[in-house]
Every structure is written in C-alpha cells, then in structure tokens.
Nanobody, 115 residues
Framework: QVQLVESGGGLVESGGSLSLSCAAS????????MGWYRRVPGKQRELVAT???????NYADSVKGRFTISRDNAKNTVYLQMNSLKPEDTAVYYC?????????WGQGTQVTVSS
C-alpha cells in the first residue's frame, strides 16, 4: 500500500481552471495505473480519469475535452488539469494508485465550482 497526498483543490468560478496533484510514497512495489475519482454527497463515487504506467489515458465522457490527466513516473505523481469547470464538477476528488494486488486511495480534496 502507498500513501497518497493530494493537493490543489479549492474554489473557482464557473469556466475557471484548477490543477490537482497527487504524490505517492511509502511502497517499494511498482505503481501501475493511477487515476482520479470524485464523489458528490448523496451520489456514488465516479471515475474521472485514469492513466497507465505508459501514459495511456481514459476519461469519463463528462470531462472529455476539459480535463487532462498526466503523470511523472520518476516522482510517482499524477496530475489532473481541469479547465472550463462547471458547477456540476463540484465534488471531493480522490486519487488512486494501483499495485499488483491493491488499490490505494488518497484522502480527497474538495473542488467547488461556483455558478
């Protein structure tokens, strides 16, 4: 299991941008896929974007063209650049790191988009 520390959340106006980052540490085992999920109170957690170790990406339809996921393998860090933010993007965002037998989750960072 790795420890994941997220940063970069906050409050932004509709149409604005935010950048999230998540640094992984504490495990000697290789990290494979990394990703971002989000949860709105009262709703199920949903996938936002994922990225493999060779940087193949996958996005939820709701964020395609607006969000970009990237990673720095040397730093074990994953990023999420969020542009053209909408009020419906308001949620707690969690990063994930996948190892062969375990998925680790970050503590979450709040993103609030005002209309």
């Amino acid at each position: 299991q790795v420890q994941l520390v997220e940063s970069g959340g906050g409050l932004v106006e509709s149409g604005g941008s935010l950048s999230l980052s998540c640094a992984a540490s504490g495990s000697r085992f290789r990290i494979n896929g990394m990703g971002w999920y989000r949860r709105v109170p009262g709703k199920q957690r949903e996938l936002v974007a994922t990225i493999t170790s060779d940087s193949t990406t996958n996005y939820a339809d709701s964020v395609k063209g607006r969000f970009t996921i990237s990673r720095d393998n040397a730093k074990n860090t994953v990023y999420l650049q969020m542009n053209s933010l909408k009020p419906e993007d308001t949620a707690v965002y969690y990063c994930t790191a996948d190892q062969p037998t375990f998925r680790s989750w970050g503590q979450g960072t709040q993103v609030t988009v005002s209309s």
